[in-house]
């Protein structure tokens, strides 16, 4: 059985023409009109991998746009961020196309080379955000970003020159720092989801620690908690340190001092069991993440308690 593999896009002249488009002003950096953009013939339902960045907004959907575990109505902007090597496969459900409208901007990594971008683009945790956890834009927010978006498309289409390559840079930054404030505001406005989802996350962890899930898989990591609640591990580290002020990294380190100060308290296991329990192969890094976390050693927790 052949397995069908996603199409590589390797530049953006490439994608250009994929898409119908001419070719583009800078080989490294573009912006496209989503109206222009041309169904192509090539089977695209393997997806599409891209070598570059492609950070969009899109208008003209109708209907319920699946996010996360619930819908919503939407006919807004619809803004998404991929970076390079990932996988794109677009499916809305129950929704249909109306007129398009929007862009699409490509940055290739070698574009930012060499620039304060490169070294902080990882910062930006939306890029490893699924589709379904894109951003929702008010009309003054997509109209905000538009504005940056056309000096950008301006910046290319004039000759490039030794001034050309900050100019983008410093507006590619400024879209990514507004972009980041306002999934701040999506979090805020949506708390309830979150709340929700914060519980189902809490309820899961007191699940694995309390079955021995860990002595049969160990200790819990945030890929597998995110994945069982059909999250992408950064969207859900960002949407409960929205709500807690911590990541999920620090909840399960919360949650797994809970149960170990329990068994400390109400046992009498060993150090080396507790560890064993809670999924540790070492007792020492049991004991050690307990120090950091309570200033005391088990033994000393447990005799202070006693």
């Not at 950064?234 to 399960?252: E, F, P, R, V």
Request: charged share 20%; hydrophobic share 35%; aromatic share 10%.
């Amino acid at each position: 059985m052949n397995v069908q593999k996603p199409l590589a896009i390797k530049s953006i002249s490439q994608y250009h023409k994929l898409r119908g488009l001419p070719p583009p002003e800078h080989p490294l950096v573009s912006v496209i009109d989503y109206a222009a953009i041309q169904v192509s013939d090539v089977d695209e339902s393997a997806g599409l991998l891209f070598d570059f960045y492609l950070i969009s907004v899109k208008k003209g959907l109708l209907g319920k746009l699946k996010y996360g575990q619930q819908t919503y109505d939407h006919d807004g902007g619809v803004m998404s961020f991929m970076a390079p090597h990932q996988l794109l496969k677009i499916q809305i459900d129950n929704a249909v196309v109306s007129k398009r409208s929007g862009w699409m901007l490509l940055v290739h990594p070698d574009f930012i080379w060499n620039t304060s971008l490169a070294k902080n683009i990882k910062q930006y945790e939306f890029f490893g955000y699924a589709i379904t956890e894109a951003l929702f834009l008010s009309d003054k927010e997509e109209k905000g970003l538009d504005a940056i978006v056309d000096n950008i498309r301006q910046e290319c289409h004039n000759n490039v020159d030794r001034f050309s390559q900050n100019i983008i840079v410093s507006h590619i930054e400024t879209l990514l720092n507004y972009s980041e404030r306002f999934y701040q505001r999506q979090f805020i406005g949506r708390k309830k989801s979150g709340h929700q989802i914060l519980e189902q996350m809490e309820t899961f962890l007191d699940n694995y620690f309390s079955n021995n899930k860990c002595i049969e898989n160990g200790l819990p990591t945030v890929t597998h908690v995110s994945s069982q609640l059909n999250i992408s591990p950064g969207y859900l580290s960002a949407m409960i340190k929205s709500l807690t002020g911590m990541n999920t990294q620090q909840h399960i380190h919360e949650k797994l001092i809970e149960k170990a100060k329990e068994r400390l308290s109400t046992t009498e296991l060993s150090v080396s069991e507790i560890a064993y329990e809670l999924g540790f192969e070492h007792p020492q890094s049991f004991s050690r993440l307990f120090k950091t976390k309570t200033s005391l050693s088990p033994l000393e927790f447990r005799a202070s308690f006693n």
